[in-house]
């Protein structure tokens, strides 16, 4: 991967992915689109075309397929948890061969589950700090004023993950290659899970939470920072409370808005994985495992 035009394949175009997609391929990479049919066929026709403040208007072209059918430099995976079975197989690891695969995805369980069926030093986590939407196929609305990606990887070689984050900073997003993968994934975790728990179970966008449900955002968020801290990740409380404090009144998760359209919640892979690290580490969590019970109720 040391030369400067990657080949790379983004599975899931949506609101990451297509952004991603477009910043690469507008920086001279070859970027193939992995999705189904219908989404497939417009991307080849329309290309994808992003609205955002930091990084222009403009439209890029693309190639896409519904499956991987040759080798390239990286694989991002930018799709939703609840999908993440049936979209791997549009990407046959034999297809993949030694590229990178690198998951743009919640949770802090995935990485073992991919390393099962893809080469284990190929597999490079990655976190993305980012508010950005697809309206529709090939359409995607950049709204944050930054783009920042951590990636990681723990057995992949340092030269592999420092050429892939040097395409993407030359793209657009800032990007670092982080020394510990656990502690990147906790990192995001820590943030997430008491934001998308709390908001979803409510039906409030944050700004009520952080007022009117303080202290129960309080012990959440307490709760799991010390899951994070025994699970090698940050342990700071106050930090993810002042972050929740800056964030606009009107900001909702992403797993809310999944609720609130009816579609499936990334329960299982934050609040679920939540659950299951703090029974490894004996660690009381109350307040989340109330929460995550109340979800699982009403989704199912």
């Avoid at 990887?153 to 510990?180: H, I, Q, S, W």
């Avoid at 959440?220 to 106050?238: M, N």
Wanted: proline fraction near 7%.
């Amino acid at each position: 991967m040391a030369h400067d035009n990657l080949g790379i394949a983004v599975l899931g175009p949506g609101g990451v992915g297509g952004l991603l997609a477009a910043l690469l391929s507008r920086a001279g990479h070859r970027v193939i689109c992995l999705a189904g049919e219908k989404t497939a066929d417009t991307l080849r026709t329309s290309g994808i075309s992003v609205r955002s403040g930091l990084f222009g208007d403009f439209t890029a072209r693309v190639e896409a397929d519904t499956e991987l059918r040759e080798p390239v430099d990286a694989c991002l995976v930018t799709v939703k948890q609840t999908t993440l079975g049936e979209a791997l197989a549009r990407v046959p690891a034999e297809a993949l061969g030694d590229g990178l695969l690198v998951p743009f995805l919640n949770g802090v369980e995935h990485p073992a589950t991919l390393r099962e069926h893809y080469r284990a030093d190929r597999v490079a986590p990655a976190v993305i700090r980012v508010e950005s939407t697809r309206v529709a196929p090939g359409e995607i609305e950049h709204g944050s004023p930054f783009a920042e990606i951590d990636l990681a990887g723990d057995p992949v070689p340092d030269e592999r993950l420092d050429a892939l984050a040097a395409a993407f900073t030359a793209a657009g997003p800032k990007t670092r290659v982080v020394p510990d993968e656990a502690a990147a994934l906790w990192a995001k975790m820590s943030f997430l899970a008491p934001f998308a728990l709390l908001t979803t179970r409510l039906g409030l966008p944050l700004g009520e939470v952080r007022t009117a449900h303080r202290a129960e955002l309080t012990a959440l968020v307490e709760e799991t920072a010390a899951v994070s801290g025994a699970s090698g990740g940050p342990a700071e409380p106050a930090q993810a409370l002042a972050r929740y404090d800056a964030f606009p009144a009107a900001t909702k998760s992403s797993m809310q808005r999944d609720a609130e359209a009816g579609r499936p919640l990334e329960l299982d892979a934050i609040g679920g994985a939540l659950l299951r690290a703090a029974q490894r580490h004996g660690v009381p969590v109350p307040v989340a495992t109330r929460l995550v019970s109340e979800l699982t109720a009403t989704a199912g």
